[in-house]
């Protein structure tokens, strides 16, 4: 059974950093490109960042490029957000997905976390 | 390209056959997908390029569409199925979403 667990969030200040993790299992991890969806409260959901099999590529959404970087570790079947700068704009809920990619970045999300929250408040 | 859900807020009745819309500004070559949240819960995926189900999704869900145009359909609503639904247009991002409710 494929199972994501997303760890790390929590309360911090704007202009502060928070790393989130994602913890898979049930799948072969390095064979799946992987992302990071956010939904803020009570709204939509938005595609943040996603990464290729083995970490080369990456790809992030306007709202947080030069800002969020993610990354993976295969040995350890886990992925991270880096999270700097942050704003109150960025207060969501973050889902940790695996990414079917078809050619570049261009795929839908299959499995999903159960979500981390985020929230950026002084 | 824009997506644009319809309605934002459906009302239907146990049994009745429900359509959802997802229009693209632009046109979307059947890169769509369609997820299913519960109240909750984090989104789950049903259909991908457009009309395949995902595995393990009840069949009385379908996807349909093409150009700019796409339809979810739920061919006889079960009380389990209230919920948001999101349409996502590959690289490009999620409508806003319709929520289901029962009448």
């Known amino acids: 059974e494929v199972q994501l667990v997303e760890s790390g969030g929590g309360l911090v200040q704007p202009g502060r950093s928070m790393k989130l993790s994602c913890a898979a299992s049930?799948?072969?991890?390095?064979?799946?490109?992987m992302a990071w969806v956010r939904q803020a409260p009570k709204k939509g959901l938005e595609w943040v960042a996603s990464?290729?099999?083995?970490?080369?590529?990456?790809y992030y959404g306007d709202s947080v490029k030069g800002r969020f970087t993610i990354s993976r570790d295969n040995a350890k079947s886990t992925l991270y957000l880096q999270m700097n700068s942050l704003r109150s704009e960025d207060t969501a809920t973050y889902y940790c997905?695996?990414?079917?990619?078809?050619?570049?970045?261009?795929?839908?999300?299959?499995?999903w976390g159960q979500g981390v929250m985020v929230t950026v408040s002084s | 390209i824009q997506l644009t859900q319809s309605p934002s807020l459906l009302s239907a009745s146990v049994g009745d056959r429900v359509t959802l819309s997802c229009k693209g500004s632009?046109?979307?070559?059947?890169?769509l997908a369609w997820y299913q949240q519960k109240l909750g819960e984090a989104p789950k995926l049903l259909i991908y390029?457009?009309?395949s189900l995902q595995t393990g999704i009840p069949s009385r869900f379908s996807g349909s569409g093409s150009g700019t145009d796409y339809t979810l359909t739920i061919s006889s609503l079960q009380p389990e199925d209230v919920a948001t639904y999101f349409c996502?247009?590959?690289?490009?991002?999620f409508g806003a979403g319709t929520k289901l409710e029962l009448k």
């Open positions: 997905a695996s990414h079917y990619v078809y050619y570049g970045s261009i795929g839908y999300f299959d499995y």
């Open positions: 049930g799948f072969t991890f390095s064979d799946y490109y």
């Open positions: 990464i290729s099999y083995e970490g080369s590529s990456t």
């Open positions: 632009q046109n979307i070559n059947n890169y």
């Open positions: 390029n457009t009309n």
């Open positions: 996502y247009q590959y690289n490009n991002g």
